[in-house]
Nanobody
Framework: QVQLVESGGGLVQTGGSLRLSCAAS????????MCWYRQAPGKQRELVAS???????NYADSVKGRFTISRDNAKNIVYLQMNSLKPEDTAVYYC??????????????????WGQGTQVIVSA
């Protein structure tokens, strides 16, 4: 059973830092692209950052220069280092991973998995 387990959320003051972690377990395959999304109250879930299995990264404009996504392929963990946090970064942060598997009908394919979310609150 594949699981994504996030940790590292919490309450921080404006300008502070947090580091989120997401560990993928239950699969023998290395995840493909791993992402962090966030959803603020009353808003749609949005993509914050993504990282490919080869290490290529992309960021939402709102977090460029402040957030850094990285991954440890040996441990199947993705991180999100968040610096210079602002109140508008307050949201539930979700880990997302595209994980390969072998289907008896499709052969090698993949599907997305989501973590349970971790709350980040940035006080003014």
């Amino acid at each position: 059973q594949v699981q994504l387990v996030e940790s590292g959320g919490g309450l921080v003051q404006t300008g502070g830092s947090l580091r989120l972690s997401c560990a993928a377990s239950g699969s023998t395959f290395r995840p493909n692209t791993m992402c962090w999304y966030r959803q603020a109250p009353g808003k749609q879930r949005e993509l914050v950052a993504s990282i490919s299995s080869g290490g290529s990264t992309n960021y939402a404009d709102s977090v460029k220069g402040r957030f850094t996504i990285s991954r440890d392929n040996a441990k199947n963990i993705v991180y999100l280092q968040m610096n210079s946090l602002k109140p508008e970064d307050t949201a539930v942060y979700y880990c997302n991973a595209d994980i390969p598997y072998d289907s008896p009908w499709l052969g090698r394919t993949s599907r997305e998995f989501w973590g349970q979310g971790t709350q980040v609150i940035v006080s003014a």
